[in-house]
């Protein structure tokens, strides 16, 4: 017999910790409600039992599993304060309050708490109550947080324990419910936990899309600011790209042909960025010489070289804080790309003549037209200094293939009636048809001086026609005039037929930018993404005249 006990209280205790186990692994409150009484249940033996959850207010039980299925129901309450006072005639509440087991042998025999209303639950359910325990559920930190009410127990051979027995029974029961109220307790601030982050991450949502709202009206309103003006999905995409990439502190690289606007996308950039209080500095690493572009970057001390009689500070102690913008940098010299990465490297910028380096917090973005790429299979960029400013490409796109000619000429055309002062009335269908149908090799910048030149030509309050746009738009043009260099005709026939074609090509464009600019050589010269005096050194070695018929507008020697 006593081995029996024995055996029967080892077999409870292994069930205990397998059941324990389960419950802390129990994510589900329902799920974890119902394994606690189930278990309750089959290890006292008790043919019925409900869970008690003490309910958000405090003020009253909530039955959250009940054993079997069948008179008390999931949902049912029993208030804890009926007509304002606790309840201390109901078992159940009395352990709510006081955080001590009640225990009762027979309902129908019973003295204490009210009798007569269990009596009346007993015959509303069909019930005969016999053993009857209500443990609380009570963690770490002694707080109740519910009943764990079992009922209806008996022996193993069926018959009704007694008082002895079930006050054997509640210390394992009680042993019980003080783990059920620790994992209850838990799966609750798991539940509250979870809430919180879920509430964390709708607000996390909801900055996100503020902030990207905030940011694409930043971009939107520096777009504006900068004057690029757009209908244009390829370029909505290009304001997503900067509106993503402004806030960072990471280079930018600028691709596209001459004239797309880079330094204008570069000046965005900074606009919508932290830095937009900080200066902006534009450097053409075409533009200056070696030695000259060196000295103008990193700055020099006095005597550091003939000539320099002061100290002088470089672009980069210039734009500390704010962003230099670096165009044309595919045609920095090998030399300086070294140097300028160092910087990049480092953060610090000594000066030409200077021992000692500067810290220098500078956003560099750069541009280009040509194939970055294919110059350092060339050896002609470095390849190191190619991926440390390309960390975030931004490619534009030509503007034939953009679609928004007409609002870009609308506009630019009130920035030039604005600037001459002169009224004009707009842009006939012919002429916008002309425009569309034009390439535009010289993208935004062709069209913007396509379109001075016709404010200028046309009358007083009309309307820009076709016969106000360069010859070689409408088809007008006459033959471009030629005259072959001295050394095209020393080669003469021996010379390859390709670059004759080249050559050919080259001075067909040239005269072709020229008649677009009206002759101005140094606008000439930016449409095509070259020097004003590499453009002379062409037209002399080229020998080219006039760009269109005699008496039309874009003679060479202009500009």
């Given at each position: 017999?006593?081995?029996?006990?024995?055996?029967?209280?080892?077999?409870?205790?292994?069930?205990?910790?397998?059941?324990?186990?389960?419950?802390?692994?129990?994510?589900?409150?329902?799920?974890?409600?119902?394994?606690?009484?189930?278990?309750?249940?089959?290890?006292s033996?008790?043919?019925?039992?409900?869970?008690w959850?003490?309910?958000?207010?405090?003020?009253?039980?909530v039955?959250?599993?009940?054993?079997?299925?069948?008179?008390?129901?999931?949902?049912?309450?029993?208030?804890?304060?009926p007509?304002?006072?606790?309840?201390?005639?109901?078992?159940?509440?009395?352990?709510?309050?006081?955080?001590?087991?009640?225990?009762?042998?027979?309902?129908a025999?019973?003295?204490?708490?009210?009798?007569?209303?269990?009596?009346?639950?007993?015959h509303?359910?069909?019930?005969?109550?016999?053993?009857?325990?209500?443990?609380?559920?009570?963690?770490?930190?002694?707080?109740?947080?519910?009943?764990l009410?079992?009922?209806?127990?008996d022996?193993?051979?069926g018959?009704?324990?007694?008082?002895?027995?079930?006050?054997?029974?509640?210390?394992?029961?009680?042993?019980?419910?003080?783990?059920?109220a620790?994992?209850?307790?838990?799966?609750?601030?798991?539940?509250?936990?979870?809430?919180?982050?879920?509430?964390?991450?709708?607000?996390?949502?909801?900055?996100?899309?503020?902030?990207?709202?905030?940011?694409?009206?930043?971009?939107?309103?520096?777009?504006?600011?900068?004057?690029?003006?757009?209908?244009?999905?390829?370029?909505?995409?290009?304001?997503?790209?900067?509106?993503?990439?402004?806030?960072?502190?990471?280079?930018v690289?600028?691709?596209?042909?001459?004239?797309?606007?880079?330094?204008?996308?570069?000046?965005?950039?900074?606009?919508?960025?932290?830095?937009?209080d900080?200066?902006?500095?534009a450097?053409?690493?075409?533009?200056?010489?070696?030695?000259?572009?060196?000295?103008?970057?990193?700055?020099?001390?006095?005597?550091?070289?003939?000539?320099?009689?002061?100290?002088?500070?470089?672009?980069?102690?210039?734009a500390?804080?704010?962003?230099?913008?670096?165009?044309?940098?595919?045609?920095?010299?090998?030399?300086?790309?070294?140097?300028?990465?160092?910087?990049?490297?480092?953060?610090?910028?000594?000066?030409?003549?200077?021992?000692?380096?500067?810290?220098?917090?500078?956003?560099?973005?750069?541009?280009?037209?040509?194939?970055?790429?294919?110059?350092?299979?060339?050896?002609?960029?470095?390849?190191?200094?190619?991926?440390?400013?390309?960390?975030?490409?931004?490619?534009?796109?030509?503007?034939?293939?953009r679609?928004?000619?007409?609002?870009?000429?609308?506009?630019?055309l009130?920035?030039?009636?604005?600037?001459h002062?002169?009224?004009v009335?707009?842009?006939?269908?012919?002429?916008?048809?002309?425009?569309?149908?034009?390439?535009?090799?010289?993208n935004?910048?062709?069209?913007?001086?396509?379109?001075?030149?016709?404010?200028i030509?046309?009358?007083?309050?009309?309307?820009?026609?076709?016969?106000n746009?360069?010859?070689?738009?409408?088809?007008?043009?006459?033959?471009?005039?030629?005259?072959?260099?001295?050394?095209?005709?020393?080669?003469?026939?021996?010379?390859?037929?390709?670059?004759?074609?080249v050559?050919r090509?080259?001075?067909?464009?040239?005269?072709?930018?020229?008649?677009?600019?009206g002759?101005?050589?140094?606008?000439?010269?930016?449409?095509?993404?070259?020097?004003?005096?590499?453009?002379?050194?062409?037209?002399?070695?080229?020998?080219?005249?006039?760009?269109?018929?005699?008496?039309?507008?874009?003679?060479?020697a202009?500009?």
């Open positions: 017999m006593e081995s029996d006990c024995h055996d029967d209280a080892h077999a409870h205790a292994v069930e205990l910790f397998a059941m324990v186990s389960a419950m802390a692994a129990e994510r589900d409150r329902k799920r974890l409600a119902a394994t606690c009484l189930d278990t309750a249940c089959r290890i033996g008790a043919k019925r039992g409900t869970l959850a003490l309910d958000a207010t405090g003020k009253n039980l039955a959250v599993a009940v054993h079997p299925d069948r008179g008390t129901a999931t949902g049912d309450t029993v208030a804890l304060y007509g304002g006072q606790p309840d201390m005639r109901d078992p159940r509440c009395w352990t709510a309050f006081t955080g001590r087991a009640a225990i009762i042998e027979d309902v025999r019973m003295h204490g708490f009210g009798r007569d209303a269990l009596l009346r639950r007993d509303a359910h069909g019930w005969r109550t016999r053993g009857l325990i209500a443990c609380p559920l009570r963690g770490n930190d002694d707080v109740t947080v519910g009943v009410e079992v009922a209806d127990l022996d193993a051979r018959h009704p324990l007694d008082l002895a027995a079930l006050q054997a029974l509640e210390r394992l029961i009680g042993a019980f419910a003080y783990q059920a620790i994992a209850i307790a838990t799966s609750a601030l798991i539940a509250r936990n979870q809430a919180l982050v879920e509430e964390l991450e709708a607000l996390n949502e909801r900055l996100r899309r503020e902030n990207t709202r905030l940011k694409q009206q930043t971009v939107s309103v520096a777009s504006r600011a900068e004057g690029l003006i757009t209908a244009s999905p390829a370029m909505e995409r290009v304001l997503d790209l900067i509106g993503k990439v402004a806030d960072s502190a990471v280079p690289l600028v691709l596209g042909e001459t004239g797309t606007g880079k330094e204008v996308v570069s000046r965005l950039v900074h606009a919508a960025s932290p830095r937009r900080h200066p902006f500095v450097q053409n690493c075409a533009a200056l010489p070696a030695d000259l572009l060196e000295s103008e970057l990193f700055g020099h001390r006095k005597g550091a070289f003939t000539g320099a009689l002061a100290d002088k500070k470089g672009l980069f102690e210039v500390d804080g704010g962003t230099l913008f670096l165009d044309e940098i595919g045609d920095m010299p090998l030399a300086l790309q070294a140097k300028l990465l160092r910087v990049l490297q480092d953060g610090e910028v000594r000066p030409l003549g200077a021992t000692e380096a500067r810290r220098c917090d500078v956003r560099i973005v750069a541009a280009t037209h040509v194939d970055l790429r294919g110059r350092v299979a060339e050896g002609r960029f470095r390849e190191d200094l190619f991926y440390r400013i390309s960390v975030f490409p931004i490619l534009l796109p030509p503007l034939r293939d679609g928004d000619v007409p609002v870009l000429a609308r506009h630019f009130e920035r030039a009636a604005e600037r002062q002169k009224s009335a707009g842009i006939s269908d012919a002429a916008l048809a002309v425009l569309q149908r034009h390439s535009f090799p010289g935004v910048r062709e069209l913007m001086n396509v379109i001075e030149r016709a404010v030509l046309c009358r007083p309050g009309g309307m820009i026609e076709p016969d746009l360069p010859p070689d738009l409408t088809g007008t043009a006459g033959p471009v005039r030629i005259a072959a260099p001295q050394t095209v005709a020393v080669e003469g026939d021996d010379a390859p037929a390709l670059r004759q074609t050559r090509y080259e001075a067909e464009r040239i005269a072709q930018a020229l008649a677009a600019n002759g101005n050589r140094t606008r000439a010269a930016e449409m095509l993404g070259m020097s004003r005096r590499s453009l002379q050194e062409k037209i002399a070695r080229y020998g080219l005249g006039r760009t269109g018929p005699a008496g039309e507008p874009g003679s060479v202009g500009g």
